[in-house]
């Protein structure tokens, strides 16, 4: 009898989930939509019985160890989702409630989607055997989730680690979350085009970039154009390097870790992100800090990273039992 | 029979050492110069006979359960205070090693100042019970000891917590690190004296501390102005807390923890730093983090809180053992 766990990544869009071993191979997985459903009662009855099916379809032999839940604004304390931003889904969701009712499995257990990324990086990614990193999601938002002493931390009110949230430049871009200047307006999907069309507006430059309306362009085209050589897109990852690696440094002075891994689809530009960011991360270091902390690409499969980490969530527990 | 902890502080001009009980009450105390040493052979073997001293004199009957030392760039993995530019010693010096070899106590502790505060706060103070807090030393620089799950953040090298260092205003003002815009260029004692300058050089008001020189001015003489309602010092206690809240926001969305406790010489201004520090912090603070986080003045006595903190290192390596 194999022992799985189930891993479920509530999306805006959509919600993925698989069996996973402890090896992260999946024995099957499945998804619905999450946003078809507005009222988080049908949603939620609809995740269990599709998740009941994909359970009692497995051909081979399986224990379930346990359900992880990953969420945007998903608290590990109260097992909720809370006034996420993202979601049709009004006001706090008691998510670890309701499974736990319709599945009866002790370890349920839910987090928000970037921490559950960092478990999944220390289950079964290049976080293996740290004991001290900081995962820094850069997709359509900056998320983060930072481990010390082996454990995640999520702080006095389960809501630690919103990185994309300390303050890159002091009265700076509007940011969705109400304030000025936070990390996310610089170096997420979104931020890198802000970046382009402030350096458009800047600069004399010739671009391809200059025939893209705003809603059109995306951080895939900045990507390309870079890699073709475009002297603006060029730019613009370099000052996004340059923020992310001045803030990383303020990171590295919390809690000193051992690595930072970068994950989601700024990351996916690889060299281009990965070497101004560590430049000025090392520019910007303490000196205690200096060459000491690894820059690194997330090792888990794009795709499947979501499912990964939250089915993670369940061996950590399993694991501190 | 009694059990008792020694607590090491070493300054860069004195060391003072007691010997404290589990409550903290200090059964006796003793110190030796530190600037007179020049070499750390030569100082470690003369504390350690001060401190041998201090025991045999004892008139209780006592049972010692370990030593805790507090110094400037100790580090607790290694056991040594590594690279201090505050301290005649040179290099690295294995305070642990020596003090073990010369006492045998298996617990035998070394850490920086500030964290021994956070663990003193811990263990006798405003944080007993707390799992998750920041401890921050407002002295001539800035301090910090951060709390997580219960534990000490030592971070993959032992050197985490440096919030000294993080920058609070990029290309800002020359910090002593080599670096610009560091946190305690700004709400150090020394930082809120570079401020009262800037403001004497920037606006019009009569001040009593337009005729001190700089060499001469002390944050005791800013304080004392700022109560005596002069206008130039209380402007630089707002602009302190400004700056201070600001990035103590910027901590809470890295850990998020359930206090922020003051400490050392600027702390001791009391509501002149708490006030605008609040609510600076609750302006800038991520609105999840709103209304949660306490500011908080330490609880240990200012003249005992080294000792005690060096001390309360003894007692949580007890505990976990």
Redesign the interface.
């Known amino acids: 009898m194999k022992q799985v766990a189930i891993g479920i990544d509530i999306g805006g869009t959509n919600t993925i989930f698989g069996i996973v071993d402890e090896q992260g191979e999946f024995i099957s997985r499945g998804s619905i939509k999450t946003e078809t459903h507005p009222d988080h009662t049908i949603f939620l009855s609809a995740l269990c019985n599709s998740v009941g099916s994909l359970i009692k379809e497995s051909k081979e032999k399986i224990k379930i160890v346990g359900i992880g839940v990953g969420a945007p604004n998903g608290n590990y304390y109260n097992g909720t989702i809370?006034f996420a931003p993202n979601l049709n889904f009004k006001g706090v969701v008691p998510v670890v409630d309701f499974m736990r009712n319709h599945f009866g499995f002790e370890i349920t257990v839910l987090t928000n989607d970037a921490n559950a990324a960092a478990m999944g990086e220390m289950i079964y990614g290049g976080a293996k055997g740290m004991?001290?990193f900081i995962m820094i999601t850069l997709g359509t938002g900056v998320g983060s989730g930072?481990v010390?002493?082996g454990?995640m931390?999520?702080?006095?009110?389960?809501?630690?680690?919103?990185?994309g949230?300390?303050?890159a430049?002091?009265q700076g871009r509007y940011c969705g979350?109400?304030?000025r200047g936070c990390l996310e307006t610089y170096t997420s999907a979104n931020g890198i085009k802000r970046t382009v069309f402030e350096l458009l507006a800047d600069r004399l430059e010739p671009s391809g970039l200059r025939n893209i309306g705003y809603d059109d362009l995306t951080a895939k085209m900045i990507d390309d154009a870079a890699k073709r050589g475009d002297v603006i897109a060029n730019r613009a990852f370099d000052y996004t390097g340059k923020i992310l690696g001045?803030k990383l440094?303020?990171?590295v002075?919390?809690?000193?870790?051992?690595a930072i891994f970068l994950f989601g689809g700024l990351a996916q530009a690889g060299k281009l992100i990965f070497e101004p960011t560590k430049r000025y991360m090392e520019e910007?270091l303490?000196?205690?800090?200096k060459n000491?902390?690894k820059l690194l690409p997330s090792k888990l499969p794009p795709g499947d990273a979501a499912i990964l980490g939250a089915s993670a969530l369940v061996w950590k527990e399993y694991q501190s039992k």
Chains 1, 2 share one sequence.
């Open positions: 809370e004991r001290d930072i010390v002493n454990e931390v999520y702080g006095h009110d389960g809501f630690a680690g919103e990185l949230h300390v303050i430049v002091p979350c109400g304030r001045e440094a303020d990171a002075a919390h809690t000193s870790p051992e910007s303490l000196n205690i800090y000491k902390v």
